[in-house]
């Protein structure tokens, strides 16, 4: 089935510092989400992106559609310690549209 | 009050017991989904249903089945439940613009 690989699969880092992260296809995407899972929680949307070579920002994040549409990557500026969960990529296959795949997951940790 | 609501929020069962997992959700949404995610695997599609007539299988959907009975709740059921299906399941809704909206999960462990 589609898979969707993201790295790092996890990260250690002192607040304050930059965060980047990526996400593969090895299908072609025509959406790309990233989600945040907080503990104890279900994922939440952060950013949505709709069209090759995108850049768009949430406050501190910034996500890029890439432009192969088989890539995108997510920043954090700035880390403080409520950036602590697993993040997720995910999109619909662009040949089906209705089934949302999720990538691994990239878990990243804060240390204040 | 939540808007996707999950029950139970935990189950310890026994191999080959049959587990209901319950969805419900007050957002007015068409679209459900139900998923199951596994440490290093991400969430995994089980099963979605665009209305209430309508059941779609996922990436894995064998050993689980589902039913719409209504627009506003969806139930994943494991009929003989087995150990490998120990996993934190996941219902989420959606009005298909690409947004997903989950519940908080429901742990499952199948002793």
């Known amino acids: 089935g589609q898979q969707l690989n993201q790295s790092p699969q996890s990260m250690f880092i002192q607040e304050g510092e930059d965060v980047s992260m990526n996400c593969t296809s090895s299908s072609i995407f025509n959406t790309w989400l990233w989600y945040k899972q907080e503990p104890g929680e279900g994922p939440v949307l952060l950013i949505a992106?709709?069209?090759?070579?995108e850049l768009t920002s949430n406050g501190r994040l910034t996500a890029q559609f890439g432009i192969t549409r088989k890539d995108s990557f997510l920043n954090i500026s700035a880390s403080i310690p409520s950036d602590v969960g697993i993040y997720f990529c995910a999109g619909p296959k662009s040949n089906t549209g209705n089934q949302f795949y999720f990538g691994t997951g990239t878990s990243l940790t804060v240390i204040p | 009050d939540a808007d996707v609501t999950q029950t139970p929020r935990n189950r310890i069962t026994k191999t080959g017991k049959r587990i209901m997992l319950e969805c419900s959700q007050t957002?007015?949404?068409?679209?459900m989904y139900w998923y199951r995610q596994d440490p290093g695997l991400g969430l995994r599609l089980i099963y979605y249903s665009f209305d209430v007539k309508d059941i779609n299988k996922g990436e894995i959907s064998d050993g689980y089945s589902v039913s719409r009975q209504a627009q506003a709740k969806f139930s994943l059921s494991l009929e003989s439940a087995i150990p490998n299906q120990t996993a934190l399941y996941f219902c989420?809704?959606?009005?298909?613009?690409?947004?997903?909206?989950f519940g908080e999960g429901s742990r499952l462990t199948v002793l």
């Open positions: 992106l709709y069209k090759a070579g």
């Open positions: 989420a809704t959606s009005l298909g613009t690409g947004e997903l909206f």
């Open positions: 957002k007015g949404h068409d679209r």
